[in-house]
């Protein structure tokens, strides 16, 4: 019994080694016969603030002044992309305070705590978890005639037809923030920051 226990075992590694050749061979031959014909989308996306000269990166100064209870800037934002392709251009506002020192900062207590965010009257609202107001980011008149938010991934993403200079539509017109977290973030810095990305969205 204990010889034929040996052999049943050593046979069976031996048909799967002798397997294992063929099915490799039988890969390389199915991939060999495809071809594929993709090529790179063209992608040049550049932020426009304020009717600035679009660039990739940039960071520009913009003062709070306080109006009808309310400090607030003027920050209007579209987007320059120069493809000719097809494509889903996409946009995510992000706020954050930040030092002197340009660090970017998470100690200021409730309103450094940026807990969800919500488009209210035309406006995207940043909350923190008790539910009160941090950065509202007011959004154009008629930005939902060619944007579309979703909020699973908190993005914009372009739904209408760029002019004939490439620019977007605007989407974003300024920034609120209420007095209270205004006093509170003395010696700070509030930075909202514009990530745009485009994908090819054709079938070629």
Not at 2 to 20: D, E, L, M, Q
Not at 41 to 49: C, M, T
Not at 64 to 87: G, P
Request: negative net charge; charged residues 25%; hydrophobic residues 35%.
């Amino acid at each position: 019994m204990k010889n034929k226990k040996k052999s049943i075992a050593f046979g069976s590694i031996f048909a799967a080694a002798a397997v294992v050749p063929v099915a490799a061979l039988a890969v390389v031959f199915y991939l060999s016969s495809k071809s594929n014909d993709f090529s790179p989308a063209d992608v040049n996306i550049k932020i426009s603030e304020n009717n600035d000269t679009p660039l990739q990166t940039a960071s520009k100064e913009f003062t709070l002044l306080s109006e009808n209870s309310v400090y607030h800037t003027d920050k209007q934002v579209k987007i320059f992309e120069s493809s000719e392709s097809s494509k889903q251009l996409k946009v995510k506002l992000v706020p954050g305070w930040y030092d002197a020192n340009g660090e970017i900062c998470g100690n200021l207590g409730n309103i450094s705590d940026f807990y969800r965010q919500k488009i209210e009257d035309d406006s995207l609202i940043f909350f923190n978890r008790y539910d009160d107001k941090i950065v509202e980011c007011i959004l154009d008149e008629h930005w939902d005639r060619n944007w579309e938010y979703n909020s699973f991934d908190g993005c914009f993403y372009y739904t209408g037809k760029f002019d004939e200079d490439n620019y977007t539509s605007v989407l974003m017109t300024g920034v609120d923030i209420l007095p209270s977290v205004y006093e509170n973030s003395a010696g700070y810095d509030l930075h909202i920051d514009v990530l745009a990305d485009s994908v090819q969205d054709n079938e070629n």
